[in-house]
């Protein structure tokens, strides 16, 4: 039985005050197991990047509760939800956010030079994630030296570094092409099997559900749908990207 990395209850989020008050979030229940990917879709303004970034510890809820790991981010300081992010969560951006003066592996131990670690191991490990995306041979590579599929791999190698229990994502296949879409979707999909790592994905893009094991739809601050592989998702076949 695979264990809840991450879970939401009654999560609520309020954004703005007075007639510019927008409830973004209503009512959100959602358990994220390891060893799934999970995407979240729905039209802009539906809630989506709002739930990543309350999951991510980004924001704190209005009314309701996150847990991480059986942890209640609940009263926690902005210190303490810092370090509980930095230990559990591992983002990937639609715009990579490497630093384009660091080499690829120098990217990737950022992920663990925040947390301290600065010993030999860490570069050990850096090389270890690289490898898992299949980029060991650009670990000396410049950002500029990469394509946007390399690029965005070398992001995820940053956020399953440090041993992430949860990899949010938004949008990581928006700015790629179709043959780095595929990639980068083929290494996360590979990833998310690991049973203690829950992979939650926001997306407009519909090219990519064939990759998903379960399906969240999201509108005007709602879950309104929950599919998982299986007989809603069977008949689902990859799909080409459009060149």
Not at 100 to 104: C, I, K, S, W
Not at 205 to 216: E, G, H, N, V
């Given at each position: 039985?695979?264990?809840?990395?991450i879970?939401?209850t009654?999560v609520?989020?309020?954004?703005?005050e007075?007639?510019?008050?927008?409830?973004?979030?209503?009512g959100?229940?959602?358990?994220?197991?390891g060893g799934e990917?999970?995407?979240?879709?729905?039209?802009?303004g539906?809630?989506k990047t709002?739930?990543?970034s309350?999951?991510g510890c980004?924001?704190s809820?209005?009314?309701?509760?996150?847990?991480i790991?059986?942890?209640s981010?609940?009263?926690?300081?902005?210190?303490?939800?810092?370090?509980?992010?930095r230990d559990?969560?591992?983002?990937?951006?639609?715009?990579?956010?490497?630093f384009?003066?660091?080499?690829?592996a120098?990217n990737?131990?950022?992920?663990l030079?925040?947390r301290?670690?600065?010993?030999p191991?860490?570069?050990?490990?850096?090389e270890?994630?690289?490898?898992?995306?299949?980029l060991?041979?650009?670990a000396n590579?410049?950002?500029?030296?990469l394509s946007?599929?390399?690029?965005?791999?070398v992001?995820?190698?940053?956020?399953?570094?440090?041993d992430?229990?949860?990899?949010?994502a938004?949008?990581p296949?928006?700015a790629?092409?179709?043959?780095n879409?595929q990639?980068?979707?083929?290494?996360?999909a590979e990833?998310a099997?690991?049973?203690?790592?829950?992979m939650?994905?926001?997306?407009h893009?519909?090219?990519?559900?064939?990759?998903?094991?379960?399906?969240?739809r999201?509108e005007d601050?709602?879950?309104v749908?929950?599919?998982?592989?299986?007989?809603?998702?069977?008949?689902?076949r990859?799909?080409k990207?459009?060149?």
């Open positions: 039985m695979t264990k809840t990395m879970e939401a009654e609520a989020m309020a954004l703005g007075g007639p510019g008050r927008v409830d973004a979030l209503k959100i229940n959602l358990s994220l197991a990917l999970t995407l979240l879709m729905g039209p802009s539906s809630g709002t739930l990543l309350v999951l980004m924001l809820p209005t009314i309701g509760t996150v847990q790991r059986g942890r981010t609940t009263g926690l300081s902005s210190e303490q939800l810092a370090e509980l992010r559990n969560v591992g983002f990937v951006f639609q715009s990579y956010h490497l384009p003066t660091l080499t690829a120098e990737v131990r950022l992920a030079d925040v301290g670690e600065h010993s191991l860490a570069r050990v490990k850096a270890k994630a690289l490898a898992t995306v299949g060991s041979h650009k590579a410049f950002p500029r030296a946007g599929g390399e690029q965005q791999r992001a995820i190698a940053r956020a399953i570094v440090g992430a229990s949860v990899i949010l938004d949008e296949t928006a790629l092409d179709s043959e879409g990639a980068v979707m083929t290494v996360l990833i099997k690991y049973p203690a790592r829950a939650f994905i926001v997306t893009d519909p090219r990519i559900m064939p990759f998903a094991d379960r399906i969240l999201i601050g709602r879950i749908s929950d599919q998982r592989r299986g007989a809603n998702l069977s008949a689902v990859p799909l990207y459009a060149s």
